[in-house]
């Protein structure tokens, strides 16, 4: 028996707008409720409505720029930075550059809309 699982066909998750999001461990993908980890590439322009996860959510900027509103301060994430923001932080998601922006996501505990209070 291994004692590993190699991931080749991550979930594709459906969005509506434009983001890609493919999960390769968690909820979605093999059940896993205790960690989500993504590939995300977000188009120019794109952006989500405030939220309020119940999840940590760390982000790894593998190409272009993304920006957080957190609280009501602006971060803005360039190539080889990364971010932790923390469970019941008021947040807003975007990219309102140029390019795409392609990065990494991890939630502790799994990512599950359920736990995403959105505004």
Not at 58 to 75: A, L, P, S
Not at 78 to 85: A, Y
Not at 102 to 119: D, G, H, L, M
Request: charged share 25%; glycine share 6%.
């Amino acid at each position: 028996m291994k004692k590993y699982i190699k991931q080749t066909q991550p979930f594709v998750v459906p969005t509506t707008d434009g983001k890609t999001i493919k999960e390769h461990f968690g909820l979605a993908s093999d059940g896993n409720q205790d960690i989500s980890i993504a590939h995300m590439i977000a188009p120019p322009g794109w952006s989500e409505p405030f939220q309020t996860p119940e999840f940590d959510e760390y982000t790894f900027i593998i190409k272009g720029k993304k920006q957080f509103n957190i609280d009501g301060e602006i971060v803005v994430l360039k190539v080889g930075e990364s971010i932790k923001i923390n469970r019941g932080t008021r947040i807003q998601y975007a990219n309102p550059f140029n390019e795409s922006c392609e990065y990494i996501s991890i939630c502790q505990p799994a990512f599950n809309i359920k736990t995403v209070n959105r505004e």
